[in-house]
């Protein structure tokens, strides 16, 4: 079983077909669908065979219900308190280039401000995105669920989600944060494992993009190439990696990374 804790947004992913022109029209395509890397990471999971939980604040507005219902329809299965209105939403400008700028608001998902142990319940792994470190409460609470899952005898993996999420709170006191929840396993791309700096984690996986991934621990360093696809969009690809990783190993990440980037928006198919 693996727990995700964070976010359950509404991802709404543009493909842009040139480059935004000011005052007047610039087409593209766009996608509606459930996102939040937490979720992102629980739905992919679910979809390579796993078993998955979503750990969250969710609300009972028309979004939250259809975003709940999709991670459900999905084989996820769903925790944590409600609320009456607030789902979040991200807008992800993804260019003809590749780049992407993502346009966040979380909404709700920062108001987490406790952890039931039941929901974590038969957690083997609990997976904390770096955005569910940075803001308050859900920082707080974060930190309490890895000392529950641990003590269940679980291990605590990390994504460092992004650089801005790492400048949120400040280089130094995020690295102590992290430091605290003692990580087994640590995700990163290069920007942000080069700010982080020295990750100190029995394993750490490096994402690449389309170069692949590097995977660090026990004294050793292996370089893995991406698998050949035809790259629609990137977002999400990151979250489809880590997926695979926790349940299969890298083969398994590679291919679900390579499986995202052929499609629109970070959700399987």
């Not at 028309?62 to 975003?67: C, D, S």
């Not at 780049?99 to 319940?121: F, I």
């Amino acid at each position: 079983m693996i727990c995700t804790l964070g976010d359950l947004l509404l991802d709404v992913v543009v493909r842009l077909d040139g480059p935004i022109a000011e005052d007047t029209d610039t087409y593209g395509r766009t996608r509606v669908a459930p996102g939040g890397q937490a979720a992102n990471v629980a739905a992919w999971v679910a979809a390579l065979g796993g078993r998955s939980r979503f750990v969250g604040v969710r609300a009972r507005d028309a979004a939250g219900r259809m975003l709940a219902d999709e991670l459900t329809r999905r084989g996820v299965e769903v925790a944590g308190p409600e609320v009456d209105e607030g789902t979040g939403t991200v807008v992800s400008l993804a260019r003809p280039d590749g780049r992407r700028t993502m346009l966040t608001d979380r909404g709700a998902s920062p108001s987490l401000d406790r952890v039931d142990s039941d929901w974590l319940a038969g957690c083997s792994t609990l997976h904390v995105p770096a955005y569910s470190l940075v803001r308050s409460p859900i920082g707080a609470a974060s930190l309490e669920a890895a000392s529950l899952a641990r003590a269940a005898g679980a291990r605590v993996s990390v994504d460092l989600s992004g650089t801005s999420a790492i400048e949120e709170l400040g280089v130094e006191r995020f690295r102590r944060t992290l430091a605290g929840i003692a990580p087994d396993l640590v995700f990163a791309n290069e920007d942000e494992a080069r700010l982080a700096g020295e990750l100190a984690a029995p394993v750490v996986v490096v994402k690449r993009g389309a170069r692949g991934c590097v995977v660090r621990g026990r004294g050793e360093e292996q370089a893995y190439e991406a698998l050949p696809a035809e790259v629609v969009d990137t977002t999400g690809a990151g979250d489809a990696l880590a997926a695979g990783f926790l349940i299969g190993g890298v083969e398994l990440g590679l291919e679900a990374a390579a499986r995202c980037v052929a499609r629109m928006g970070a959700f399987p198919p």
